[in-house]
C-alpha cells in the first residue's frame, strides 16, 4: 500500500507522456487496493455492557456519544466483535468533533482509556480540536494536510499491522498511520472524548453487485 502515500504529493500539472502513463498505473494500483479492502468490510458493534457510565450508546450499536457528565477524559466503549485471525476493515465517521480515540485494544475490563497508554492500546486520537496523534507505548505527533471526518482502520492480524485511513469518498482513502505488533486477542475501541455531544458514528454497509453501500444509522 505504499503506493497510497506517494500518490498524495502527484501534482496537479504533468508534463510527459511517461509520467503521465505512471499517474495512470498508480490510478488503476489504488482502484484495486480500494477494491481490496472493500473485501476485508466487517460490521463492528458496539457492545453496551462495556460502556463507561459517561456515555451513551445507540439502540443498535451504531453510534456513541458523550453524555454530558463524567470526570474521565477518555471515557471509552468496545465492539462486541474481538479479533483473532484474519483481515478486517471498519470505518468511523467523527464529523466536527475535536476529541476523539479509535482503533484497538486488549483490555476487555476497562472503560476509560488511560492519558498515557501502556502496550495493550493501539490509537489514532484527536484533541485540542487540531492536534492528531498514534498512541501506544509511545505518542506519536502525526500533521495531516487534511482534517479527517471518516476514518477506516484495518487490521491484519496475521500480519501484525494495524493501518488507518483518511477516507475520502466510497473509493478514496489515505493511509496516515500503521502500528506494527504481534497481537493478542484484541477489540476495536471508540471514545467521543468528554468535551462535547457529537456522536461517533460507525459506517454500515450492504453488498450489491459487488460494492458495498454504505448506510449511516
Same mark, same amino acid.
Given at each position: 500500500?505504499?503506493?497510497?502515500?506517494?500518490?498524495?504529493?502527484?501534482?496537479?500539472?504533468?508534463?510527459?507522456?511517461?509520467?503521465?502513463?505512471?499517474?495512470?498505473?498508480?490510478?488503476?494500483?489504488?482502484?484495486?487496493?480500494?477494491?481490496?479492502?472493500?473485501?476485508?468490510?466487517?460490521?463492528?458493534?458496539?457492545?453496551?455492557?462495556?460502556?463507561?457510565?459517561?456515555?451513551?450508546?445507540?439502540?443498535?450499536?451504531?453510534?456513541?456519544?458523550?453524555?454530558g457528565?463524567?470526570?474521565?477524559?477518555?471515557?471509552?466503549?468496545?465492539?462486541?466483535?474481538?479479533?483473532?485471525?484474519g483481515?478486517?476493515?471498519?470505518?468511523? /465517521?467523527?464529523? $466536527?468533533? *475535536? @476529541? #476523539?480515540? =479509535?482503533?484497538?485494544?486488549k483490555?476487555?475490563?476497562?472503560?476509560i482509556?488511560? /492519558?498515557?497508554p $501502556?502496550? *495493550? @492500546? #493501539?490509537? =489514532?486520537?484527536?484533541?485540542?480540536?487540531?492536534?492528531?496523534e498514534?498512541?501506544?507505548?509511545?505518542?506519536?505527533?502525526l500533521?495531516?494536510?487534511h482534517?479527517?471526518?471518516?476514518?477506516?482502520?484495518?487490521?491484519?492480524?496475521?500480519?501484525?499491522?494495524?493501518?488507518?485511513?483518511?477516507?475520502?469518498?466510497?473509493?478514496?482513502?489515505?493511509?496516515?498511520?500503521?502500528?506494527?505488533?504481534?497481537?493478542?486477542?484484541?477489540?476495536?475501541?471508540?471514545?467521543?472524548?468528554?468535551?462535547?455531544?457529537?456522536?461517533l458514528?460507525?459506517?454500515?454497509?450492504?453488498?450489491?453487485?459487488?460494492?458495498?453501500?454504505?448506510?449511516?444509522?
Amino acid at each position: 500500500m505504499a503506493f497510497l502515500k506517494k500518490i498524495i504529493g502527484v501534482p496537479k500539472i504533468i508534463v510527459g507522456k511517461k509520467e503521465l502513463e505512471e499517474l495512470k498505473q498508480e490510478c488503476v494500483e489504488l482502484k484495486q487496493d480500494c477494491d481490496e479492502i472493500r473485501k476485508k468490510f466487517t460490521k463492528v458493534t458496539l457492545n453496551p455492557d462495556t460502556a463507561n457510565p459517561s456515555l451513551a450508546v445507540s439502540p443498535d450499536g451504531s453510534q456513541v456519544r458523550f453524555k454530558g457528565e463524567g470526570s474521565a477524559e477518555w471515557p471509552s466503549v468496545l465492539s462486541r466483535e474481538g479479533f483473532t485471525s484474519g483481515r478486517h476493515y471498519w470505518e468511523v /465517521e467523527v464529523g $466536527e468533533k *475535536g @476529541y #476523539w480515540a =479509535l482503533g484497538i485494544s486488549k483490555y476487555l475490563d476497562e472503560k476509560i482509556i488511560p /492519558e498515557k497508554p $501502556e502496550m *495493550g @492500546y #493501539w490509537l =489514532l486520537r484527536r484533541w485540542k480540536g487540531n492536534m492528531y496523534e498514534a498512541v501506544s507505548q509511545s505518542l506519536v505527533p502525526l500533521t495531516l494536510q487534511h482534517k479527517l471526518y471518516k476514518v477506516g482502520m484495518i487490521l491484519d492480524y496475521q500480519k501484525g499491522e494495524l493501518s488507518f485511513y483518511n477516507v475520502y469518498d466510497g473509493s478514496t482513502r489515505y493511509e496516515i498511520h500503521t502500528f506494527n505488533y504481534k497481537f493478542t486477542e484484541v477489540y476495536p475501541v471508540f471514545s467521543p472524548g468528554s468535551h462535547d455531544r457529537g456522536p461517533l458514528k460507525i459506517t454500515r454497509f450492504k453488498s450489491g453487485d459487488g460494492n458495498p453501500k454504505r448506510q449511516l444509522y
